[in-house]
């Protein structure tokens, strides 16, 4: 597959490419840096040009961007994430602003210093409990979380942990033990085959969203654990489990896509994904392009950057060269919940066993069923493979509308 594109490119545009990268990614830390723009359109035009060239050269049937969304989402052409995405857009849009006319939810839990090592000892008893296999992997600090795998037996897991931010250390631990759990199940006979890691990116998001979010932001989830962490921190000690539960699933629209909350991330992606097609078909020139992205931002999320380093330039995918790429972190989002549905389906008591601090079920269903598959199938084969039915972005925007309806009073 990844042998079957790079046949298809001369080595001329793969060694132009690469070194317009280098470039780009250059000047785009420097651009940010100052907040200008300008500075790092040349690279960018530089890029989107030879990214057209590079589509024109591995084909399409429809959509030049399914060429470039081919290289991170085998066989799922533009069309069908259209499909849904206009469907979540739709929901999501209004069920933001109706949040936002709502009085904001109680913070304080979130407030405070929480000692960095209770922090670390804390995540360790969550990571234990919840099925990553510490004798197959380890977890270490670092200011960007990311997993490493090495083989399913040797897989490595970072944190961030911070003082005044008890939030980062611990959901940073529970999304990149997803992508543990998920390196730690694929079968052993794939380790070492082309076979043996992520093929569709969304695939791979989907237990790092699985455990951050909908497990390790329910609050069946936090029946278990909050006694538990009022233990590490007595500071917690009169907080109830709802005002947790709320606090931790505060909704706040924010410029930079990374600090964003569970419900207005994926708006993050619809601005990246609309703007990104609109270059790639030649339909928004860069010179546009920071104009554009103020405008889908008022749009989604309601807000206006006040500089483009808080915008358009906020992330290094398209200094990076990579155009196709952000579709997958929303898809990732939705086949989350598609997949926990179709798990609680075939075993109805796995919210019962969450509060009662119990993942066997959980994990070994995602592994049996998911991660079992490594790199053998496409996204769109395996969610069939895995629920019975195509893509769908029903379940995800209901978990949505249910979740947020009620801790807000909607
Ligand atoms: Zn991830």
Redesign the pocket.
């Known amino acids: 597959e990844g042998y079957e594109r790079s046949r298809k490119l001369p080595a001329r545009l793969v060694a132009e490419l690469a070194q317009a990268r280098a470039l780009a990614v250059d000047a785009w830390r420097k651009a940010k840096e100052a907040a200008d723009f300008k500075t790092f359109a040349p690279h960018l035009e530089r890029l989107i040009a030879l990214n057209i060239e590079q589509a024109e050269l591995l084909g399409y049937e429809e959509d030049r961007y399914d060429a470039l969304l081919d290289g991170f989402e085998p066989d799922m052409p533009a069309r069908a994430v259209d499909e849904v995405f206009a469907e979540l857009k739709e929901g999501l849009v209004p069920l933001v602003a109706a949040v936002a006319e709502k009085p904001q939810v109680d913070d304080s839990p979130l407030r405070g210093r929480f000692d960095k090592q209770q922090q670390w000892d804390f995540g360790m008893d969550v990571l234990h409990a919840i099925g990553f296999d510490l004798a197959r992997g380890r977890q270490d600090e670092s200011a960007h979380p990311f997993?490493t795998s090495f083989s399913n037996d040797d897989v490595r897991i970072t944190t961030n942990i911070v003082e005044d931010d008890w939030t980062s250390g611990l959901f940073s631990t529970l999304?990149?033990a997803?992508?543990g759990i998920h390196a730690q199940g694929i079968p052993s006979e794939l380790i070492g085959t082309p076979l043996m890691w992520r093929r569709s990116l969304a695939i791979?998001?989907s237990p790092?969203r699985l455990w951050e979010n909908v497990v390790g932001r329910s609050r069946a989830f936090w029946e278990h654990f909050l006694p538990k962490m009022k233990q590490y921190f007595p500071q917690l000690a009169d907080v109830d489990l709802d005002t947790f539960y709320r606090a931790i699933n505060i909704v706040k629209p924010s410029l930079i896509r990374t600090d964003a909350d569970e419900l207005t991330y994926n708006l993050h992606i619809f601005v990246r994904f609309d703007l990104e097609r609109a270059l790639i078909a030649e339909k928004l020139k860069v010179s546009e392009l920071p104009d554009a992205w103020n405008d889908k931002m008022k749009a989604y999320l309601g807000i206006v950057p006040d500089n483009d380093a808080k915008g358009v330039l906020q992330d290094i995918h398209w200094a990076s060269g990579y155009f196709g790429y952000f579709p997958t972190y929303a898809l990732?989002n939705l086949l989350s919940v598609q997949f926990y549905e179709q798990a609680v389906k075939e075993h109805p008591d796995i919210p019962e066993q969450i509060r009662q601090g119990q993942f066997d079920t959980l994990r070994v269903w995602t592994n049996g069923r998911i991660h079992r598959y490594g790199a053998l199938f496409p996204l769109m084969e395996i969610v069939r493979r895995v629920t019975g039915r195509g893509l769908d972005g029903r379940p995800y925007m209901e978990y949505l509308r249910t979740k947020y309806t009620e801790i807000y009073g909607l």
Do not use: C, D, L, M
Request: glycine residues 22%; hydrophobic residues 0%.
């Open positions: 997993t999304h990149e997803g992508h791979s998001e790092s990732g």
